[in-house]
């Protein structure tokens, strides 16, 4: 069995978030179960690898322009990868630059295209990335062409694009899409794609009708949904995060759903054509005995080095990294009776908060006006020396998410021996167990309503506190199974082979 394995990011040469995780770490899983598998991604300006060397590229016709798709190969601990390099879309910096751009457009040619994704302008966020993403889409038809592989796996919307031309050119090889974040959906309207490439497929009598949004009134298309519809097999990024996909938004009691697009995943889910497989995570250490002591050991050190500054540097100590945006941080800054949840927190006795967080300008300001209290350390940058020390050294870490598809920073503060607390949601409610439960590696809220959320989610810190004062025991079983909890990209590769690539492969 052969998969081309597409994603827009790959550690270790280019990553901005989980996607970048997941494309260096499961095709090595994948592999190790027997998968022929190949990782295909685009060549950045910021891609870091030393070692590719260069192969026999081709020309491609893009805009009435003649674009040169250059390939560059390498391997990541045996699989191979395959970087797609073109300098138009994907290494110029054109905010610098007086290179001239293949055509005419008001909105593009504007930001650096060297970078992984495209801060576009906030009225039309996709479409720089839109643009780019359809050329590399296109390119990979070729490189499809030529490794002929049974299987063509893709990573969120920006490959949609791939999914609707595989289908256009009916190409046999079954297609798999994964969704790591079901709130990016690439939706543009329809004036905006006039005379692009990309206006074929919305006026395909085959794909035309799978690439609309689902929001008539929008008049937009839908780069996901046009993978979702287009793709053989669908999955999320934790069996739960698949559920909630399925559902409606729910705004009174922060309930993100399928945002727009539950009625098509609702859909796939009836078809037995979406999937729900827990990520895995890269442990550093063994789950044993020894191995928790030094943990232990390294946790003292690295609270005690965080602690210093605070008035009481012997006070129970929360953590928080993360970016600084809705999805992340806006349970934090809810006011509940006048002031912030986070300002509740900080006024329980004894309790001291660090913090490492870059984002929205709003939360940045809603930071910055905490500095100052004697018991909050605020770090407004991304500083990962120090997000690495409040992963370790936190007592319990702070992760109250609106909506977590899996979730990364959860498994390794528990590898950290920090129970994490989190929001009752997406992969959260996958990989961490109620302190309540005898198995019990974290402590959890939600709620009916707004108000009950918010104050459930300021009642379990108080019993995180309280647990951590009156039952040293209790919270150090809490800690030694949280310790011990593995989540393992092996058990996740042999879901993606029995659930996605074997039925497929059976399926004519």
Known sequence: MKVLYVAAECKPFAKAGGVGDVTGELPQALKALG???????????????????QTDGW?????????????????LNGVPVTFLKNATYFETDYSKSDSRPPFSS??????????????SEPTLPYI??????????????????????????????????????????????????????????????????AAWPMEAMAVDPLVGP??????????????LRLGMETADAVNTVSPTYKTEMTQPEQPLRYFEGGKGLEAVAARLDRESRLHGILNGFEYKTVAD????????????????ALSR???????????????AVEQKFKLLTELLDGKSVLEHILDIPRVNVAIVATGQREYEQFLARLRGRPNVDVTIEFNRAKAQQISLGSDVFLMPSLFEPCGITQMESLSHATPP??????????????HTDQSGTGFGFDGANRRGILENLVTVAKEAVRLYSDDVIRFRQLQRRGFAARFLWNASAGLYVRRLYEPLMGRT
């Open 35 to 53: 998968v022929d598998i190949e990782i295909v991604t685009p060549w950045y300006g910021v891609t870091s690898c030393r070692d590719a060397a």
């Open 309 to 323: 500054s605070f008035q009481s540097p012997n006070g129970f100590l929360f953590g928080f990294v993360g970016r």
């Open 210 to 223: 799978l690439f609309a949004d689902p929001r008539p009134s929008w008049d937009s298309v839908n780069a």
């Open 128 to 193: 720089d990335d839109a643009a780019r993403f359809a050329f590399f889409s296109e390119a990979c038809l070729e490189l499809i062409e030529r490794r002929r592989p049974d299987v063509v796996h893709v990573n969120d919307w920006v490959l949609g694009y791939l999914l609707g031309r595989m289908t256009m050119r009916r190409m046999p090889q079954k297609k798999v899409l994964t969704i790591h974040n079901v709130g990016y959906q690439g939706n543009l309207g329809r004036d905006l794609i």
């Open 421 to 434: 607390l989190v929001r009752w949601t997406g992969g959260l409610v996958d990989t961490v167990v109620p």
């Open 289 to 304: 005995d020894a191995s928790f002591a030094a943990t232990l050991e390294d946790k003292a050190a690295a609270k005690a």
């Open 59 to 75: 020309d491609l016709r893009w805009h009435d322009t003649i674009e040169r798709v250059g390939v560059l190969t390498t391997a």
């Open 106 to 119: 008001p909105h593009l040619f504007k930001k650096n295209y060297g970078t992984i994704y495209v801060d």
